[in-house]
């Protein structure tokens, strides 16, 4: 597998994402109940166990975060994360904490996840996007993917002014060709992270634990390819698990993750041909 190494595109030289990083954190124990891992060599798949973690659920204290980042210190940040459910989505902030060039964030999600904190300043999951921007001077763009116009109003305009916004509305009346067009038209002066919740799909291709959107799992993973082929990738997470007690479809949750799996270790073997020609 390659590992940072340097690739040349569009006459600049970009570097390639770390796929050896590919890790699951373990928070509430639903992974254990998947299997879109299984059939990766052990040496493949990396594991962060945080079942026992306190303080850590929708909002993360700092003796959480202090604990989330002595168990991801050894990682680059630049790979493939599986980050338990919405809940947790606070963990893209801590990754991308590790990030040590300016780069853009494309989140899919239907949610804003751009809240004002309720409790002192937590890092939590309905604001993690906006503790991004507002905290990590590296981060130059958000472009948001998914949530409904109403939500976004709701989002200060400060921050809107760092944001590309596609809303789920104008989503349901682009054509396919207008919506690849979006994707295919990002910006590529700046390396990108991705980030995705599965709560933006519909619930006949996921079940989690928040408020679903109408997106397709085949239409999520056409944009997903789009970016991942045009872009200079810095890495990769994926969230949106359902709660344990309550989830009798946790198939399409292990289905959409091993669709997006697979997408990535379609994107190393292209990568790895790049590098031997």
């Known amino acids: 597998m390659m590992k940072n190494t340097e690739k040349i ?5 970009t570097q390639t994402i770390d796929f050896k990083e590919t890790v699951i954190t373990n928070f509430s124990g639903i992974y254990k109940n998947q299997s879109f891992y299984k059939n990766y060599a052990e040496e493949e798949i990396s594991w962060t166990e945080l079942s026992d973690l306190s303080g850590c659920n929708c909002y993360c204290d700092a003796e959480a975060s202090d604990r989330i980042r002595k168990e991801i210190q050894a990682f680059t940040g630049k790979g493939l994360h599986f980050i338990d459910s919405g809940n947790y989505h606070y963990m893209t902030r801590l990754w991308l904490e590790k990030l040590q060039i300016p780069f853009r964030l494309l989140v899919f999600d239907n949610h804003t996840d751009m809240q004002p904190p309720a409790f002192g300043g937590l890092l939590s999951c309905g604001g993690w996007i906006a503790a991004s921007l507002e905290e990590l001077p590296l ?18 305009p400060d921050l809107q002014q760092k944001v590309l916004f596609l809303s789920r509305e104008k989503l349901s009346t682009m054509t396919t060709e207008e919506k690849e067009g979006f994707f295919n038209n990002l910006s590529e002066d700046l390396p990108l992270y991705v980030s995705v919740d599965k709560d933006v799909l519909c619930k006949g291709d996921a079940s989690t634990t928040w408020s679903q959107g109408d997106m397709h799992l085949s239409e999520l993973m056409s944009f997903l390819e789009l970016v991942l082929e045009r ?3 810095l890495g990769m997470d994926v969230c949106g698990e359902c709660d344990m007690d309550s989830c009798s479809e946790d198939f399409l949750n292990d289905h959409a993750n091993e669709a997006i799996l697979r997408l990535w270790e379609k994107m190393q ?4 041909r790049m590098g031997s020609e």
Request: avoid cysteine; proline fraction near 3%.
């Open 231 to 233: 872009q200079n990738i």
């Open 139 to 156: 981060l130059q763009e958000v472009i948001l993917v998914g949530p409904d116009e109403e939500a976004y109003t709701q989002v200060e």
């Open 269 to 272: 073997k292209s990568s790895e």
């Open 9 to 13: 595109k569009n006459n600049r030289i």
